[in-house]
Each structure stands twice: as C-alpha cells, then as structure tokens.
C-alpha cells in the first residue's frame, strides 16, 4: 500500500522483514532476514526471494506436523505474520519504514499423497553384497503443488501382498513442484517363508501381468527426530508391469527318434530351448517343465509334456535331454500332411507352444517361476528322399594350377539312425552330359540328420565344350537354376570303392539372387542428334564396371547392352548396343560407340526426359536391360549371354544454359522491309551437359519486358560441350503495340547501352517433335550489347560573323557521321541540341535525306546551329578555338528518325557526348 498516493511514486530500495510461518493454526517458526535489495519492483507490486533460516520451535516438531500434512493434504493453510523495515525512494527523498506490520495467508496446495507415482524401469542387475539380489528401480512423481521439499536420503520398504520383498534407497529424495525422476536402489531378499509369494510376483511379471506394490518409508539417514517420523508417514502406492516376453524364445531339436510301434507315440531326443529370464543377476536354472502343443501351418497336430526334467546349461541355450516321453497325436490327418512333407522336402517349419516353469537358483532362494506363457518356431530338416544334395555354397575364387579352383558346400541329409564315415573321395562335376570338372572331399562322414560336404577341386571344361560350359554360367548369373550333378570316380576304402562309383547325386544349382552384370555405367560425354524423321541417335564414351561375383582372373574383351531407359518410372526408349571392343581394367571399362539408334518407346516420358536434360542441372535415367561379355580366362574364352543388370546413368542437364549466362558477342543489321529490321547476332552459348546435342532447326522470341519485340533462328542448331560460338538470323519485328519499346530498344543500342531480353522457345516452329516440349518450357536471359562505336565521328562548326550576329543567330555545321552495320542506313530528320560544356551552343531541327553506305563514313549536308542567345561567353569560345585553331568538345542529344536499307524506319533518341568538333572559317 503506498500511502503517498498514485501521483506520488514510492520505490522500495532495500527491505528486512521478521515473521512467524504459521501452517493452520500451528507456529512452525520464525524467519528473520537481513536487508534485501529490491531490483524488481512492478507499480506497487515487489517480489522478494528470502533465503534465510527458519528457527524451528519445539524441537521441529511443528516442522515435521506441517510438512506432514502438506505431503498428505491436497491443500494447506499458511500465513506469514509479523514486521517488514524498508528504504524506499519518494519525490521529496529517502523514507525509512519501521515495524510495518504483516499479516497475510495463503492457501498452499498440498502433494495430496502423491498419487501418481509411476515405476519407469526395474532391473535386478546383480547379487547384493549382504545377501538377496540389488535392485534399481527408476521412478517418476509427480509434485502437484508449487512447493516442494527436500528429505534427504531416504529408507523405504518395498511390498508385495502384505510381504517384505525388499528395502530400496534414495540417496537425496528431492521432491521439487512437478516430475521428479527419482532413482531408488536397494536389495531384494523376501524372508524364506514368503519366498513362494515372491516366486508369484516374479511369474506375474514375466508374464505381462500387473503387480501392485508399495513403498513405505522406513527412515532417513538424518538423526532428526520429526524428519524420521515424518518419513515413515510417507507410503506410494504403484504398480509394476512390463511388456510379456516369451520364456522360451528359440527351440531347437537335435536329436528325435519316434517310435511309432506304440500308441501313444514314444519318442527320445534332445531339445534345446533358449530361456529368457530379463534380468542380470547370476541365477541357475535347475528344472523345467513344458506343457507343449507342436502346431504345422498353423494347426496343431501333437502334445507332449516335459515333466520338470533336469537341465544342462550350454551356454546359450539350456539342453533338455529326455527318454520315452509320450506324444500324442491330436489331429491324424494334419499329422499325416506334416510327416508326408517330412519325407519330401528339404526343411518343414514347425511351432512349438504353451506354458513353461522353471525352478531357478538365487542369491535370494530357490525361485519357481510358474506356468510362463512361451512361442517358438523351429525347424526340422526333412529326409528328402536320401541321396538327394543341397548345394549350400558355390564359389570359384580364383585360378587352380589347372583352370578354375571351385569350392562347393553342400547338405546331405542322412534319415538313417546310422552314421558313416566314408572317407575321401573323387566326384566328376557335370552339367547335363559334359564333364565341367573334378572335386573332391576329404574325410566325409555322415550322420544322422543333415551333414555338411565341403568339395573342392577345378573347373577345366575340353575346349570343344566351352560354348556349353558358357551356357551354364550365363544360366547361373541369369539367376536361373541348373541341374548339375557328381558321379562318384574313386574312393580311398576299396570296400567302398563299387558304392561311391554308383553314386550319382543330383541337385539344382540355384542362380545367383542378386546378378548385376554391370556394376556401374557412367556418361563420359554423349552427343545426341535428333532428326527430324527418325529416332535419335546416340554417339559418346561409356565408362562403367563389371560385377564379376568370382574371383578367377579375367579379361573383359567385348560388352553388349541391350535396355530400355527409364526416367522416372516411365520406360521411354530402348538402346541396342552389339559386341564393342573394351579398354581398361575390369572395375573401369571405356566403351566407345556411335551413331546408336534411340527407339522412342513412351514419346511423352522421351520429351520429358529431353526438356528436363535441357532445363535441369541433372536427368537420371534408369538402364534395365541384360548384357553379354566375352571374357577370357584361364579355362578359355567363355561367353556370358543376356545377363540382367539395372543402372543408374546420370547426365548432367544443361541448366536453362544459365550456368555461364549467354554472351551477345556481336549486333549487326543487315537489311530490313517495311515492318522488321533484319540482325544478325553472334552469341556465345555455353553448354554444361554431358551430352551434346544437335537440335536442328530451333526459332525462339525475343521478347523485352513481357512484349514481344521479334525472332531468331538459327538453321541448324548443333550445341557442342562446353562454349559454342553460333549465329542466329534475327528480326525486330514492329507492331503498334510494340513501336515505343523498339524505338527505346533501338536508342539503346544506337547509344551504346545494353538491351535485357528473354529468349522463349517457339515450339511451334521446330520441326522435331520430340523437341517441343523442352521448346515451350526453354526460357533463357540475354544481355544484347550497346554499339560500340560511335555514329558521330566529328563535327565542324564554320564561323561566319554574318550569321552569327544575324538574327535569329546561326552557326553552320556539318557532322561526319559513321555506318558500322552491313545494310545502308538514311537519316531522315535531325533534332539536335549542341553543347559545348554545360553551355548550350544552340539546335539543330532540319528534315534530311543523308545517305550512309553500310560500313562507310559521310559528311552531312551543311546544317545551322540555331542560337537562342549570343553570349558573351559563345563569342569568347568560338573565337579562341579559331584562333588558336584547337579542336572544342560538344555534345550532342536529340533525336533521329532512320531508315534502313529495305525501308524499316524507326525514330532513335540519341545522345554522344565529347564529339571532337574543329571550328573552320565559313
């Protein structure tokens, strides 16, 4: 309150207050402050943060009821009572405030029990030192209230259904206004006797189920008495609950045997199943139990059980060993499907699901985690008709001392209870009846289930087989699969020696998946003419790589491409490239080909792909298509047939040819009619792209301002890489609506000053169609230049007194005047003021008929300069450059009309300035 008034401003500078806080009707304490300095002070409002000490009465107590209440309470009560001594500043000077008495309450929200506590992450990541198992748990509070407290560290109990699981810290328990993360770490180790309900918590937890739990305090590491009672107050109710994962997350069989002499069916094996406990404490799995359900596409068929069955840890994975369990067969004819395929194929996907327990070993007792939810897939490898082979692998990594070195992995699978071990032997490699080589494996053995064959040996075809050795690897790149087979040739246990000779196994080879004959291509430089009746065609340097997925020496000696191009998802032409000689190493080929005909297949995506190449920085198409290669190699000249490859060409556009602005070099007019003057203009075009191009017959308007002012042509358009000079046949073409801006187009040029202009194509005048698109997009600025000489080469003032001092006063003149251009131009009207300095000597208005011959020089016809007034000074000037006979600079401004030699005329405001002028005797 300011009870000087509103007129009268009062600022506090520094103030002192002493007051009693009072939470309902108790004095918790009181706070003294020293003198603060009040730097905010808004009207008549100050803000002041104490920071001072709060002498407790009664020991705390009062302290730890409200802090209490204030933790359980959605809303508390408080009032500050006691004086404030302030210095404040007035109109007339300093004031000091004394014993001003404050009494003022407040409604404080409380944090109301803290009710939204939420358990963002529990981990129980190693033993704890004293026993259990140390636990850490990240929680989230939320403060309601704008106020907050600090506790310190802080003991609480945490239970599950009345049990003691465990006791958690937290090492400074901060409860600031808002969310407060706070991490509690501690131990778990429920007593023995709860040790079954603990085991109830951890299966509820793994499997997905809500577990409610509480934390209760359990003291402080203070000694103070009010803040242990108040602490032990304190209990947060929450619940824990993760994302189910299955118990059981890989399973594999190692072994079965099935007895079907029996129902149900008997059956021994091995299994090993992955157990997935989340958490990092040591523990050991001792015992599991598996109420399983075997499921084929999606159906189940078979359920045994795994009645708590000792376990051996394998690292990974825990193996369950067990003898003369029962299956039962619950679905005969899904069972009859699944063991048919069984017989046949390579590999048969199997489910295995249900619930699994485990009796687990701790720091804090023997767990039982019970009835956890699982799901896995496994897959049984099927007997597929034993001798059948699977090539798994198929390499030829470089050259053998005969040929190609090979290396094949395959799979034979063994249905048999039977291992053997076979020793070493020879097999002859064939595709179809032409032997392509011989391998050899050492130390086979086969056992029950699938058995690994590594074979290795040469690939040395007879050269009379070499075309059909091509063949089958061009089927191989293809990615198609071949039948290739190994007959047995020797084995080094004669007992065996008749059985490996009638050995014949068969497989197919499958392609390879992923064939790119061609790595990369790359345009080097393309030059691509369009014609008018017929496709482009296409000339340049291609570099590109081959993409041999062997590793054998090999030289590339001729590539063929055939693919269609595809710019931006639109297939929109074809390119046929025959056998072409090849330079450079095998990852960077040079192929040089011309005069390539481009089948337009999609006309509207070629002219987009063409507009863009002319009006972007970049166009990528896309190749897709197959290529051929001849190669040699340490077998012979192989040749690989129609091996498909896509690839990214990338040409780089020419820009709007903006990136180097077009140069105007020359202007020069060389004729005319009656409405169009006729130019020719040497420009220099720069051309960015990779590619270049012939356009031929391309017209493109001028167009100044937005109004078209004429045309140019240029015959037969050919764009090289890089800057080409060319010449375009222009016409000024005059209208009514244009005739001021050529008249300023022409005083521009005519005085040496430059013309802006848009070229914009015509698309209607070129005769490609392919072309008139990319025609009526193309717009391109262009700086035509001022003339560079001057039309007024001298002047010759020729001093007559009579005339000068005749009224009106005249000065007769005569101008040499200069034609640069290639047509004759007439001057038809004169309208001159002459000025020597800033000193006007006078005008020249007289209607003419003065004819330049193009690239000539001629005098005008003798004219008078008409003299408004005889200065003193002009008299001083003229007289003093006769006598001394010097040349006096004028200047010249005014306008023109000229005709050009076919009739064009057209008016010109023309100025030149510092014309060399001689003063003669008249």
Not at 92 to 99: A, E, K, P, Q, V
Not at 176 to 191: A, C, E, M, Q, R
Not at 332 to 350: P, R
Request: aromatic share 10%; hydrophobic share 40%.
């Amino acid at each position: 309150f300011n009870p000087l008034g509103s007129k009268s401003p009062m600022n506090i500078i520094t103030s002192q207050i002493s007051f009693d806080f009072i939470a309902g009707d108790i004095n918790v304490g009181k706070l003294n402050t020293p003198y603060l300095n009040i730097s905010n002070q808004v009207g008549n409002t100050i803000n002041m943060k104490l920071a001072s000490t709060l002498e407790l009465l009664d020991h705390g107590k009062p302290l730890g009821s409200f802090i209490s209440d204030f933790i359980f309470a959605e809303t508390v009560d408080i009032k500050l009572e006691g004086t404030m001594n302030a210095v404040a500043e007035v109109a007339i000077g300093t004031l000091s405030l004394s014993n001003v008495i404050i009494n003022s309450g407040a409604q404080l929200n409380g944090m109301n029990g803290l009710p939204n506590t939420q358990i963002l992450g529990f981990d129980l990541p190693d033993n704890f030192e004293d026993g259990g198992i140390q636990i850490e748990i990240d929680a989230r509070i939320t403060n309601p209230s704008v106020a907050g407290v600090t506790l310190g560290g802080c003991e609480f109990e945490m239970i599950y259904d009345e049990i003691l699981l465990g006791i958690v810290k937290s090492k400074g328990l901060e409860l600031i206004p808002g969310i407060n993360d706070v991490h509690l770490s501690g131990f778990v180790h429920p007593k023995i006797e709860d040790l079954d309900t603990a085991s109830i918590f951890f299966s509820k937890y793994l499997n997905g189920d809500s577990s409610p739990v509480s934390v209760k305090g359990y003291g402080v590491e203070s000694d103070i008495q009010w803040l242990n009672d108040t602490v032990k107050q304190l209990q947060l109710y929450t619940t824990i609950q993760e994302e189910p994962e299955s118990l059981i997350s890989d399973t594999i069989f190692k072994t079965i045997y099935m007895d079907f002499s029996s129902t149900p069916l008997v059956a021994h094996g091995c299994l090993d199943v992955k157990v997935n406990f989340p958490f990092g404490f040591p523990y050991k799995i001792d015992k599991v139990s598996m109420d399983s359900e075997l499921s084929f596409r999606g159906e189940p068929f078979i359920s045994f059980e795994l009645e708590k069955q000792d376990v051996e840890d394998k690292g990974d994975f825990l193996s369950v060993s067990f003898e003369g369990i029962e299956m039962d067969i619950t679905d005969t004819d899904v069972f009859d499907v699944f063991f048919d395929v069984a017989l046949k194929t390579e590999n048969i996907d199997i489910s295995l699901e249900g619930l699994a327990s485990a009796w687990v070993s701790t720091n804090m007792g023997d767990l039982s985690v019970s009835q956890i939810a699982f799901e896995a897939t496994t897959s049984l490898q099927g007997m597929q008709n034993f001798p059948n082979v699977t090539i798994k692998s198929f390499d030829l990594p470089g050259d053998a001392e005969k040929g190609i070195a090979i290396f094949i992995d395959t799979e034979i699978y063994n249905p048999s209870p039977i291992s053997a071990f076979i020793g070493n032997n020879t097999f002859e490699m064939l595709y179809g009846s032409i032997v392509l080589g011989e391998v050899y494996g050492n130390n086979i053995e086969l056992n029950t289930g699938f058995n690994t064959l590594s074979l290795s040996g040469w690939v040395l075809p007879d050269e009379a087989d070499l075309p059909s050795a091509s063949a089958f690897f061009s089927e191989y790149l293809q990615g198609k699969a071949s039948t290739v087979s190994v007959s047995g040739k020797h084995s080094d246990i004669p007992i065996l020696q008749n059985s490996v000779q009638n050995l014949k196994l068969s497989t197919e080879l499958a392609g390879i998946s992923e064939t790119n004959l061609v790595d990369y291509l790359s345009i080097v430089h393309a030059d691509i003419i369009f014609s008018e009746n017929d496709d482009p065609q296409m000339s340049g340097l291609i570099e590109g790589g081959i993409n041999m997925p062997f590793g054998f020496n090999c030289t590339v000696l001729k590539i063929g491409i055939s693919a269609y191009l595809d710019y931006d998802d639109v297939i929109v032409a074809y390119i046929d490239l025959p056998y072409i000689p090849t330079t450079g190493e095998l990852t960077k080929l040079e192929v040089v080909f011309s005069d390539t005909p481009v089948t337009i297949v999609n006309f509207d995506g070629f002219s987009t792909f063409v507009d863009h190449l002319l009006l972007y920085n970049t166009s990528e198409v896309t190749m897709i298509g197959n290529a051929s290669a001849i190669i040699n190699n340490n077998m012979g000249d192989l040749e690989l047939k129609d091996i498909p490859f896509t690839s990214q060409l990338k040409f780089t556009g020419a820009n709007h040819f903006r990136d180097v602005p077009i140069e105007v070099l020359g202007v020069d007019v060389y004729g005319s009619d009656e409405n169009s003057a006729f130019l020719s203009l040497k420009i220099d075009i720069y051309n960015p792209a990779t590619a270049s191009m012939g356009l031929g017959y391309v017209s493109m308007d001028i167009m100044q301002d937005g109004m078209y002012i004429g045309y140019g042509v240029i015959d037969d358009m050919y764009l090289d890489l890089g800057h080409n000079e060319l010449m375009v046949d222009a016409r000024y073409v005059k209208t009514e609506e244009n005739e001021d801006l050529g008249r300023n187009f022409f005083s521009n040029f005519l005085t040496g000053k430059p013309n802006n202009a848009v070229l914009v194509g015509d698309p209607s005048k070129t005769k490609i169609d392919e072309l008139k698109l990319a025609m009526g997009d193309i717009e391109i600025p262009v700086t035509l230049p001022g003339l560079e000489s001057k039309l007024i080469k001298m002047g010759e003032l020729m001093l007559s007194w009579r005339k000068l001092f005749s009224i009106p006063p005249k000065i007769p003149a005569r101008l040499e005047v200069s034609n640069p251009f290639q047509a004759s131009l007439t001057v038809l009207y004169i309208s001159f003021d002459v000025y020597s300095g800033d000193l006007k000597i006078g005008h020249i208005d007289q209607e003419c008929n003065i004819f330049i011959p193009k690239l000539k020089d001629s005098f005008t016809p003798v004219m008078d300069i008409q003299i408004k007034d005889v200065s003193w000074d002009l008299i001083k000037d003229v007289v003093k450059s006769w006598f001394s006979q010097s040349v006096i600079q004028v200047n010249v401004v005014g306008t023109l009309k000229v005709e050009a030699e076919g009739g064009f005329t057209t008016w010109v405001d023309y100025f030149q300035n510092d014309v060399e002028s001689i003063i003669v005797k008249n």
